[in-house]
Structure formats: structure tokens, C-alpha cells
Nanobody, 113 residues
Framework: QVQLVESGGGLVQAGGSLRLTCTVS????????MAWYRQAPGMQRELVAS???????NYADSVKGRFTISRDNTKATVYLQMNSLKPEDTAVYYC???????WGQGTQVTVSS
């Protein structure tokens, strides 16, 4: 059974940083594209960043230059380093494997102004 467990969310002031972690069990992690999505209240879930199995990355325009996605296949873990956070980054952040095939439970990120 595939399980994705996220951690690292929290409350931070604008301009601060957080690092989200997603650890995957029960799958061939290294074969999958991994991604982070987010969903703010009343909004649709949106793709934040993705990383292919050969570490090609892609970012939403709103986070380019501020967020960095990375992966460690030896630990079956994907990271999202978030710098220069803004209040509009406030959302529940979800880890996904296979671009929506599997989902974590989500972790809340709140950025205060």
C-alpha cells in the first residue's frame, strides 16, 4: 500500500522560510514524478512544483525563484524549500506521486503579514 506522509508546515511571518518534507512508502519511488500542490480556502488545488525521476523540475510562475523542489531517491523523500514566503502562499500543501495518482494528507502553511 502506497503511503505519502508530509511534514514541515507551520506558521511563519512574511519573508520567512519553511521546508516541507514528503516521505513515501510502499512504492517504486524513484520511478515516479513527484509534485507539490496547494489549495487555499475557496480555491482550486494548484500545482506548485514538480520533479521528474531524472530531476527535471517545473514551477508555477508564482513561486519561481522562491521555491525549490528536490528529491532523495535513497530516502524515498521529496522536499519543497520555500523562501521569501508571502501571505498569498498560505494554503494546505499536498504531496503527490505520479502527478495525482497518489496523495498525502496535506500540511498547513500559514504566512502572516
Amino acid at each position: 500500500q502506497v503511503q505519502l506522509v508530509e511534514s514541515g508546515g507551520g506558521l511563519v511571518q512574511a519573508g520567512g522560510s519553511l521546508r516541507l518534507t514528503c516521505t513515501v512508502s510502499g512504492s517504486f519511488f524513484s520511478l515516479y514524478t513527484m509534485a507539490w500542490y496547494r489549495q487555499a480556502p475557496g480555491m482550486q488545488r494548484e500545482l506548485v512544483a514538480s520533479i521528474t525521476r531524472v530531476a527535471i523540475t517545473n514551477y508555477a510562475d508564482s513561486v519561481k525563484g522562491r521555491f525549490t523542489i528536490s528529491r532523495d531517491n535513497t530516502k524515498a523523500t521529496v522536499y519543497l524549500q520555500m523562501n521569501s514566503l508571502k501571505p498569498e502562499d498560505t494554503a494546505v500543501y499536498y504531496c503527490s506521486m505520479g502527478m495525482g495518482n497518489y496523495w498525502g494528507q496535506g500540511t498547513q502553511v500559514t504566512v502572516s503579514s
